[in-house]
């Protein structure tokens, strides 16, 4: 974990509310791992409102050009200054944080499931997949057509499907495909997801991320602290990324 200070070289917005952040940030981007995030702070230098630092997924990462990329959907006042912030501009950054996905070397046929807000956590996650050989399938839940994640930001091998009916039901024959699944959905569809496919239930089979608003993201102040199967753990530093057994089971 460091801080580190990275500079914007590009901001898109790719609907209203939505914007892709690029940035150099040659550090973050040797060490970090799909599914880990970095707490930004979201203010000015010399203010000190909000407090706190926000967390972001590290979206994508051209390593090469120690280049990266924060996908960002406005809720607050937080998110809202980060996504005005323009090229040149400077973050002020700690990270990369947490315990992010774990691909086995013998997975084959990787699926994907995210809702369209939480698609961050599984992109840089795709990419590393398919370095490793693997085929990668994407479910994207989205509300309504017009709120989907571009597929322009894909690796052309993902296969992406945009769900905006029914995904339990969708999702049965991409499960009884792949030989493991990642799933940045909410608690609510991971639930339901779990209980409707005994796949779901199996070892090491399925994984998924937990979020809430963080305060510190390095596992000092304790505030994220949920109960597992297992016991107690922190989302910021035993995750967010969790066996699915473990959070529901
Ligand atoms: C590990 C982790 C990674 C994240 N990665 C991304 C990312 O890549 N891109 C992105 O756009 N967002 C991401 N988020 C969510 C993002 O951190 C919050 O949207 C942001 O902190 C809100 O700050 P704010 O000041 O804009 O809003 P606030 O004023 O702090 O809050 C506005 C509203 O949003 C709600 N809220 C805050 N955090 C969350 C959350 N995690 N989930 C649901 N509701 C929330 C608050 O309860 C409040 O109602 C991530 C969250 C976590 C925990």
């Not at 690029?22 to 973050?28: D, G, S």
């Not at 409102?49 to 809720?75: A, E, K, M």
């Not at 030989?179 to 608690?187: E, F, G, I, L, Q």
């Not at 910021?236 to 066996?243: I, K, L, M, T």
Request: some cysteine.
């Amino acid at each position: 974990m460091r801080l580190s200070i990275a500079t914007i070289t590009a901001n898109t917005m790719l609907r209203p509310n939505v914007h892709l952040i690029e940035m150099n940030a040659p550090q973050l981007v040797q060490s970090v791992q799909p599914g880990q995030f970095c707490m930004v702070r979201c203010c000015h230098p010399q203010a000190q409102d909000p407090l706190l630092r926000r967390p972001f997924f590290i979206h994508s990462v051209q390593r090469s050009r120690g280049l990266c990329t924060l996908l960002v959907t406005v809720r607050g006042r937080g998110s809202a200054w980060l996504a005005q912030q323009q090229a040149g501009m400077q973050l002020d950054l700690l990270g990369p944080l947490g315990r992010g996905w774990q691909l086995a070397t013998t997975m084959r046929n990787l699926l994907l499931i995210g809702e369209e807000a939480q698609m961050a956590a599984l992109t840089m996650l795709a990419e590393v997949a398919l370095d490793q050989e693997m085929a990668v399938t994407l479910l994207c839940l989205s509300r309504t057509s017009d709120a989907v994640y571009p597929p322009a930001l894909l690796p052309e091998e993902v296969e992406y499907h945009i769900v905006t009916g029914d995904l339990l039901a969708e999702a049965g024959e991409y499960l009884t495909w792949a030989d493991a699944v990642c799933c940045s959905v909410s608690r609510e569809t991971l639930t339901a997801l779990y209980w409707r496919y005994e796949r779901m239930r199996r070892h090491k089979f399925a994984q998924g991320v937990l979020l809430q608003p963080l305060a510190c993201g390095s596992g000092i102040c304790l505030t994220c602290s949920v109960e597992m199967r297992t016991g107690q753990q922190l989302i910021c530093r035993d995750g967010p990324v969790f066996a699915v057994r473990k959070i529901i089971g």
